[in-house]
């Protein structure tokens, strides 16, 4: 979302003002007893770590997160799981994505504070900023630890270190393996985004140890 103003100290103030809201209304909604469901899961940064997540449904059978990104006090993006019988993954991802389109039309927590004018500028620049960042990582080699990749294993960010992918798509793979293991590179033309040239581009940095141990399902 657009910041309120030009004023870089006056939005860090206010953004500390919408933490503080967004930390008394977890304190409510969570005054009753509620339900913790925990996944096991990547540390999304660290590789030598993996952490628990948790996902949280009031005493009313709402989703915390929902609720949250429904008043505008948080935003769509993160890790997913199924929250309810018949509910995918993605069917919960595009719902959060939903609300949070209800709540920016609606104006309500942090974007009441949304420079709506300014929006399409700031965007403009951040396309453009993008685009170059993009051209000048074209220009790079990978790093030399981009060369061995496991990506049933990597973390979050060393899968950030394989050329062309960003965070957004880093996540994504790491979702994908938890549906099976990534025996070869073509195995990942099943993560959404990923197509065959750039499973081609990325097939030199990556490695899968397990694939070629005898005995090993191919």
């Not at 948790?54 to 008043?71: H, P, Q, S, Y």
Request: aromatic share 6%.
């Amino acid at each position: 979302m657009a910041r309120a103003g030009g004023n870089e100290q006056a939005s860090i103030t206010l953004a500390k003002e919408l933490g503080l809201a967004a930390r008394k209304r977890v304190a409510i909604l969570l005054a009753e007893p509620f339900t913790v469901h925990t996944a096991w899961a990547d540390g999304r940064g660290n590789p030598r770590f993996k952490r628990y997540y948790g996902f949280i449904t009031d005493a009313k059978g709402r989703d915390l997160g929902g609720v949250l990104v429904r008043e505008g006090l948080a935003r769509a993006f993160g890790v997913a799981r199924a929250r309810e019988k018949g509910v995918s993954r993605e069917e919960y991802k595009d719902r959060l994505a939903d609300e949070e389109l209800s709540a920016a039309s609606r104006r309500v927590g942090a974007w009441n504070y949304t420079n709506w004018q300014a929006l399409p500028e700031e965007r403009r620049v951040e396309r453009k900023l993008e685009l170059e960042e993009e051209g000048e990582d074209k220009r790079k080699a990978p790093p030399p630890e981009a060369h061995s990749i496991d990506p049933n294993q990597a973390a979050r960010d060393e899968l950030m270190r394989l050329p062309g992918i960003g965070e957004v798509m880093a996540i994504r793979i790491l979702e994908g393996r938890e549906a099976g293991r990534f025996r070869t590179p073509l195995d990942l033309l099943r993560v959404p985004g990923i197509g065959a040239k750039t499973v081609e581009k990325l097939t030199p940095f990556l490695v899968f140890p397990e694939s070629l141990q005898p005995g090993k399902e191919q």
